[in-house]
Structure formats: C-alpha cells, structure tokens
C-alpha cells in the first residue's frame, strides 16, 4: 500500500522510518489514536476520544 514517506517528499518505498499516515479521527480529528472504534461498518471514534463505550 503506498503512503506518503517522513523522510522525502514522494511515496515510501518502504525505507522503514515511516508508517501509513493514520486517517483523521472522524470524531476528535486526531492522528495520534492507537485503536479505532466502529460503530457496524462505521468509523465513529477513537481510543484519543473515545475512552470506553459500551453498547
Ligand atoms: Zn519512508
Ligand atoms: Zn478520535
């Protein structure tokens, strides 16, 4: 999968100092979430806003 690389300003080739940049949390806007949380197929949050929900 091709991603914007840290290092220069292209596509990674995969030089290992970059990763897939996170898609902006559709609820908080956040790129820093380590775990995205769904509502059915639904990206309603993350664990940056989202701290604990129980449905
Ligand atoms: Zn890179
Ligand atoms: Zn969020």
């Known amino acids: 999968m091709a ?12 030089c290992g100092h970059c990763q897939e940049e996170a898609e902006p949390c559709p609820n908080c806007g956040g790129q820093g979430y380590e775990v995205q949380y769904f509502l059915e197929n639904e990206w309603i949050g993350c664990d940056q806003c989202i701290k604990r929900r129980f449905i």
């Open 3 to 14: 991603y914007q690389c840290k290092q220069m300003d292209k596509e990674c080739d995969g």
